[in-house]
């Protein structure tokens, strides 16, 4: 009797520990075929590229290098266009934020 509910007993740990296995295998983050998702396959990338880079250098690259590629936001856009209409004024400053503010 001992045997049989020894067995009953490992067998329930094994069917067990194996569905959980099973259900467990991918990791957060990752899509379903275990490939790496465009956002940590730039992070690998840029984490390449920044080498020997420490401290505020490191993190200063890591910011330019992530959001690369990104549209930029409608208050970044008005900062450089502000900055680049430096010295224009009235009409031509006018027409200059315009374009700049639409492209």
């Known amino acids: 009797m001992k045997q049989l509910i020894t ?4 067998l329930a740990l094994a ?4 569905a959980f296995a099973t259900s467990h295998k991918e990791a957060p983050g990752m899509a379903a075929s275990g490939a790496m998702t465009k956002q940590q396959s730039k992070m690998g990338d840029c984490n390449k ?3 020997d880079k420490k401290g505020d250098e490191r993190k200063a690259f890591m910011k330019t290098c992530l959001s690369a ?5 409608q208050q970044d856009k008005m900062k450089k266009c502000n900055t680049d209409a430096t010295g ?5 400053r ?3 934020m315009k374009e700049c503010l639409s492209a």
């Open 94 to 96: 006018k027409a200059f």
């Open 69 to 73: 590629g990104k549209p930029m936001t």
């Open 88 to 92: 224009k004024k009235g009409d031509d």
């Open 7 to 10: 067995l009953s007993a490992a």
């Open 49 to 51: 590229e920044a080498g």
């Open 15 to 18: 069917i067990s520990t194996s």
